[in-house]
């Protein structure tokens, strides 16, 4: 009787070790493969990018309704139409707002863009996000996704391959969900 409980035993365990094996080798078979890539920032130098068009066409205006005037880094920028301008030879001269530059709310038409590290306010080129009661100009992630370009963006060329500039930001054409989109994959050194 003890040769029969043993035998069935051993029999029980080694239909148990089979099954498992079956089991391992099939879900080895369809195990898929993730490769996480970290985007570090991609700095090129200016003596790299190659404009499109030679000569940029500069947008200035005599004056200015209703501006409001703002004051960073002892430089003032004047804020009207939802535009900032510089002021230069008796003409405003529409320009982009460095980093670090702080307003109190946001343009009229901003959009909300959802980065999985950081959430962004974008409008016609320029990045902000919320700090301290205030909206701060920064510099966007590499990976964040904008669905269209600045007005007075820019093409160019690096390293034989066409990009979009805008305030020092490269964009790439991109399609998400079968949508043209633009990435940034990197910044120009000045």
Known sequence: MKNVVKISCILVFLFFIS???????????????TVVVKKESRRVPSKKVVYKKPNRKVVAVRSLPNRTIVKHKEVNYYYANNRFYTY????????????????KSLPVGYIRINHPNR???WFNGVFYTNVENAYEVVEPEMGTVIYELPENYERVEI??????????????KIQVNGERAYEVIGFIDQ
């Open 19 to 33: 099954s498992v094996e079956k089991v391992d080798a099939q879900s080895s078979r369809n195990a898929k493969k």
């Open 88 to 103: 230069s030879g008796g003409r405003y001269i529409s320009i982009a707002p460095q980093k670090g530059f702080r307003i």
């Open 119 to 121: 959430n962004y306010f």
């Open 159 to 172: 390293d034989g391959n066409s990009y979009y500039e805008f305030s020092n930001v490269l964009y790439e």
